[in-house]
């Protein structure tokens, strides 16, 4: 197990644990899609935000587990102009790496 720390244009922002991905990881991150991103996302298909598919294609890791933990902050790091985008707070680090996962398993295959 690793611990690695998530900076964004300089900015620390949070302590997370990485683990190796298995099917429990992918499992728990098609929940939390379920859970907390499918009124907004959707996988392949563009919907109120950005589909699955885009987001995995723009951004890095990183980027992407900070836009959960603090979409206000990274939103305008990102240089969008508002966020509709709400925090997930309740949600634990191998929580939130486990999504991060599930949304980067979309990603273009080059």
């Known amino acids: 197990m690793r611990v690695f720390l998530i900076r964004l ?16 990881n992918e499992e728990a991150g098609s929940r939390l899609f379920k859970a907390y991103c499918w009124g907004c996302h959707h996988q392949t298909a563009e919907a109120f935000g950005p589909s ?24 305008k790091t990102l240089g ?6 709400p925090a997930f707070n309740d949600l634990n680090a ?3 790496k486990a999504l991060t996962d599930f949304i980067l398993s979309f990603k273009d295959k080059k």
């Not at 244009?9 to 429990?24: E, F």
């Not at 294609?57 to 900070?66: D, G, H, L």
């Open 80 to 85: 969008y102009r508002r966020n509709s985008m």
């Open 94 to 96: 191998t929580e939130i």
């Open 52 to 75: 699955f598919r885009t987001i995995a294609n723009k951004r890095t890791p990183e980027q992407i587990m900070a836009q959960i933990v603090d979409p206000e902050r990274v939103s």
């Open 9 to 24: 244009s300089g900015v620390l922002l949070l302590p997370w644990i990485l683990h190796a991905g298995n099917a429990d």
